[in-house]
């Protein structure tokens, strides 16, 4: 598996991968993204295939999580635990000193890969997504 950098070229991919969930962003709010200059995310890759990816924002001296994919056939074998510890990476070299991150109170596997990694329950959001589901908030200080 290969971890790089994320970029432009990688928006298709981004935009398949998670068009068929709700909330997903679209093509022209990854370009914006990209645009306001404080975008950033990682690619995993296995055999030249993207298999995975994180996407994060800064703000002065925090970031915030704004999506982790996992391709169905890679999970369960580490990929999202390499792509939070590079997030975690990233975010230090930018001079970040706290991560928030929201996830769905559903999203089990997500939560545990979460507090593995060292992020702390701080809140709920209610119904945060478009389906009216809460999310979960959490952060982790550097």
Known sequence: MIIRPLNKDDI???????????????????????????????????????????????????????DLFVAEACRKKGVGSVLVAEFIKGAISHGVKKLFLEVRESNTPAIGLYEKAGFTFLSVRKRYYSDGENARVYIKEL
């Open 12 to 66: 298709p991919f981004l935009v398949s991968a998670r068009n068929t969930f709700p909330d997903a962003w679209d093509e022209k709010m990854l370009l914006s993204a990209f645009a306001a200059g404080n975008f950033y995310g990682f690619i995993a890759e296995t055999c030249g295939n993207p298999t995975g990816f994180i996407t994060y924002s800064v703000s002065v001296d925090t970031a915030d999580l704004q």
